[in-house]
């Protein structure tokens, strides 16, 4: 157990409405990730952290904000929710302080974009 | 780009038997090899990770292997179990996490 929390862990809305998911973690790791996992696609990368307020894009980025303002959080958001961005969300942090390290993952966000 | 493929994408085996699940990755400059279990509507559980300068990782009935030559890994499952049904996943590690789309497999009792 690598001490990560999700939530909401499901969640249904509409088009165009805001959505925000959070990602905590206990054990103070530098990097943290978002994914996203659709049938036929895998798991994508959204966005990551590797520090407080230090942010990078992922090969899916587009349509999601992330924030962190607090080595525990990672915040990601969907300014304006779309249908395509129905999916499942998993947080993940590397547990290494180290380029190298072991990555683990929450239980997951399932959003719902009607 | 590192491309990571898991072939077959499905697999059922009777129980007890040994298997080999395989992942291949495009760009042998790679950290870790690392191996995953996803149950259905879970998060992905690490079971192994090998470092690249590792040959091979064993934890229970798992061993994982790395051959970074020849872009590939193998997780080999002794005395396989109903309980070990589920979605394997592989993950290449080099500036980032990359991810093949899984081997589901199914153990019958």
């Known amino acids: 157990d690598a001490g990560i929390t999700q939530s909401p862990r499901h969640k249904v809305t509409e088009t165009g409405t805001p959505v925000t998911l959070r990602c905590h973690q206990t054990e103070n790791h530098r990097y943290m990730y978002w994914y996203r996992q659709d049938p036929g696609h895998g798991l994508r990368l959204i966005h990551y952290s590797y520090g407080v307020k230090d942010t990078d894009k992922g090969e899916v980025s587009d349509g999601y904000s992330v924030s962190r303002s607090k080595t525990e959080d990672f915040l990601l958001t969907l300014e304006s929710a779309t249908s395509s961005q129905t999916s499942v969300y998993f947080c993940?942090?590397?547990?290494?302080?180290?380029?190298?390290?072991?990555?683990?993952f929450g239980e997951g966000s399932r959003l719902t974009v009607l | 780009k590192q491309e990571v493929t898991q072939i077959p994408a499905a697999l059922s085996v009777p129980e007890g038997e040994n298997l080999v699940l395989n992942c291949s990755f495009t760009?042998?400059?790679?950290?870790?090899l690392q191996w995953f279990r996803q149950d259905p509507g879970k998060g992905l559980t690490s079971l192994l990770l090998?470092?690249?300068?590792?040959r091979e990782q064993t934890s229970g009935r798992l061993n994982a292997s790395l051959d970074k030559s020849s872009g590939r890994s193998t997780l080999y499952i002794a005395a396989s179990q109903p309980g070990d049904s589920a979605t394997y996943l592989c993950?290449?590690?080099?500036?980032?996490?990359?991810f093949g789309t899984g081997t589901s497999l199914t153990v019958i009792p």
């Open positions: 090998i470092q690249s300068s590792q």
């Open positions: 993940a942090i590397k547990r290494d302080s180290r380029d190298t390290g072991e990555l683990f």
């Open positions: 993950a290449a590690t080099g500036n980032q996490f990359y």
């Open positions: 760009d042998s400059a790679i950290y870790n």
